[in-house]
């Protein structure tokens, strides 16, 4: 199976940095797309920004400047740098990535179980 785990959330006051992460693990033959998403309470879940597998990335209009996707393909992990943290950010963060089990399997999407980001002084 394949599992997607974020980790580096937390609480930081405005203005302030996170570095989020996202690996994935399990049966893995090949990584298409990576993305982040995140869902503010009551609101719909929101893409933030792709990333292929060429390292090409992609931002809403909202985050660009301050966000920044990577990648590492050696450890099947991407990356979401975000910068000058405002209280609007606040959000579950949320990775999803498309990705073949096997060379002979289709390409499927995967979600991970999202990581909290609290804005707050």
């Known amino acids: 199976q394949v599992q997607l785990v974020e980790s580096g959330g937390g609480l930081v006051q405005p203005g302030g940095s996170l570095r989020l992460s996202c690996a994935a693990s399990g049966s893995i033959f090949s990584i298409n797309v990576m993305r982040w998403y995140r869902q503010a309470p009551g609101k719909q879940r929101d893409l933030v920004a792709t990333?292929?597998?060429?390292?090409?990335?992609n931002y809403a209009d909202s985050v660009k400047g301050r966000f920044t996707i990577s990648r590492d393909n050696a450890k099947n992990t991407a990356y979401l740098q975000i910068d000058s943290l405002k209280p609007e950010d606040t959000a579950v963060y949320y990775c999803?990535?498309?990705?073949?089990?096997?060379?002979?399997?289709?390409?499927?999407?995967?979600w991970g179980q999202g990581t909290q980001v609290t804005v707050s002084s």
């Open positions: 999803n990535a498309a990705l073949k089990q096997y060379s002979w399997s289709k390409m499927n999407n995967y």
């Open positions: 990333i292929t597998n060429a390292n090409s990335p």
